[in-house]
């Protein structure tokens, strides 16, 4: 899979516009310290998306019973990154083939899913799973949904930013800081 900026990246954008994409993959301050980092991208929102609960709290989908993931809602230009670096980097810090699961994280609201808004990022998805496959860049089956986009619900506020704000609590020592480490070393011409 490429990972080159879209067309114009070094020259001023020819148009204002922006793009969404809402991606599962573990927990969500992981996806989020990541994301955050990633040049074109404008915002990064933590919350929950998937289930049938209308306005879940933290509790309720870390029960498990929400059928939510904790997931990012990223906004980016894509006439800086497109949406195939996005995917690049996302299937880089998660694993894609632990069902409901990354590493100690357990439960359906880690499961890697990515929710698409129309058919070119479904295909742009689809082509990502199967292009991270062929690298065998992971031992095992993709078991990433690929789900249409229907609502997301902003997590709590504590859960924005986690990482830069707490980043010397023990998780983020443990678990976070290790994965935007791999994202920095990987996709540096990226960073903002």
């Known amino acids: 899979m490429s990972t080159v900026l879209a067309a114009g990246a070094n020259a001023a954008p020819t148009s204002s516009s922006t793009d969404t994409i809402t991606l599962g993959g573990g927990c969500f301050w ?5 994301f955050e980092g990633l040049k074109g991208v404008s915002k990064v929102e933590s919350g929950y998306a998937g289930g049938h609960l209308a306005n879940p709290t933290y509790a309720q989908v870390s029960d498990g019973n929400t059928g939510h993931a904790e997931v990012v809602q990223i906004t980016f230009d894509p006439n800086v990154v497109t949406l ?16 409901n699961r990354q590493g100690n994280d357990v439960g359906t609201q880690y499961r890697s899913v ?43 506020n504590y859960h924005q930013e986690y990482f830069k704000l707490h980043g010397e609590q023990p998780y983020c020592q443990l678990v976070v800081a290790p ?3 791999k994202f920095r070393k990987k996709f540096h011409d990226f960073l903002k």
């Open 179 to 181: 994965k935007v480490a």
């Open 30 to 34: 992981c996806l989020e310290a990541v």
């Open 114 to 156: 990515a929710f698409y808004r129309n058919d070119a990022q479904k295909a742009t998805i689809e082509k990502a799973i199967k292009e991270t496959a062929d690298s065998h860049e992971w031992n095992g089956t993709i078991v990433t949904e690929v789900k249409p986009f229907t609502v997301f619900y902003k997590a709590e």
């Open 84 to 99: 195939d670096t996005i995917l690049r980097a996302y299937f880089t810090i998660h694993d894609p083939t632990t069902l």
